[in-house]
DNA sequence: TCTATTCTTGACTATTTTAGTCAACTATGT
DNA sequence: ACATAGTTGACTAAAATAGTCAAGAATAGA
């Protein structure tokens, strides 16, 4: 289990275009520089998230993008799920497609497990706002940040 | 995000030994035929939980797996750990490993939200045991269950 | 002891997902 | 018109996951 490259991109493009607000806008390759990501590969996401209505962009010389909305009405659930199109795939979703025999004795006594884990995951991640993050102290990357730092109060919001 | 199918099955599998402990053991290829999962396969998820600790094995004729400890005292997380290494895999895990360049404007202001999330997570799955696995009432394998089971009662354990 | 049973080990392959690239195109400002 | 910059979709590469295989070692029962 684990965060993919594009979520975290993503959450970290948007970060950066939450900081810029007072400029118009922030080029895809400015955007690449700036959080050293292939060029390419960030035009990929943005895309997505325009498509998602979490940015706009403008084209032309002086073009880029911006933030659609205001940061604290923007959550990393919202970014997930417009780079991934979901949060979190419950595991019997491939079974109820019919691509796999479902019948064991077992018969799914976990899965109200799984289903709770991915609300909890959900809410948590709907709860987290792009201001929230802009807020938060940016801690040196590493495992020596994780136990000092003072962040990491910010709580959930069920939904 | 999702639930990898060796996690999956290797909670199925655990399950299955904890409901039949008035046997003496169940061999791989009965578990197999339970839980509708290639033998093979089977027998590779058991030598995990075995090398883990979670399930004792005899071999030969009336051989096979059975529960190492009791339901209460083995959790999925434990079990996770167990097929994977570990629940969560953190973002930042790679960046510092010196795989690549961990320098961005964001500076890692999102990662105490990862980590905060991989701790929700693993709280949560170190909290539900096998045995209460086992008291819940199997729902039925499909969307319909979600909403109007009675399960999902469960409560996080802070560890 | 011989044999069938069953776990053990590690390497191997196939499939799927993720990550990243590329080229051709469209819109816009100067 | 021309340079800048987003748009689109297809493509490839790499990694993770899922599953297979074959040869071996322990054990129970005949």
């Known amino acids: 289990m684990k965060i993919s490259s594009s979520t975290e991109y ?24 700036l959080e050293n990501i292939p060029a390419d590969y960030v035009n990929q996401i943005l895309l997505k998230l325009k498509r998602a209505g979490l940015v706009e962009s403008r084209r032309g010389q002086g073009g880029g993008y911006a933030l ?22 419950d595991v019997c979703e491939k079974y109820e497609s019919g691509e796999r025999d479902c019948r064991h004795q077992s018969r799914c006594a976990i899965s109200p497990v799984w289903r709770k884990l991915a609300a909890l995951v959900e809410s948590y991640l709907d709860g987290v706002s792009l201001e929230q993050i802009m807020e938060e102290k940016p801690a040196a990357c590493g495992a020596a940040a994780a136990g000092t730092s003072g962040g990491m109060q910010w709580t959930t919001r069920p939904h």
């Not at 493009?13 to 922030?26: D, G, T």
Request: aromatic content about 2%; proline content about 4%.
């Open 10 to 33: 993503a959450a970290r493009l948007m970060a950066v275009l939450a900081r810029s607000q007072s400029e118009a806008s922030v080029s895809a390759e400015r955007l690449s520089a």
């Open 68 to 89: 659609a909305r205001p940061p604290q009405s923007v959550t990393l659930g919202q970014i997930m799920r417009a780079v991934e199109g979901r949060v979190f795939e």
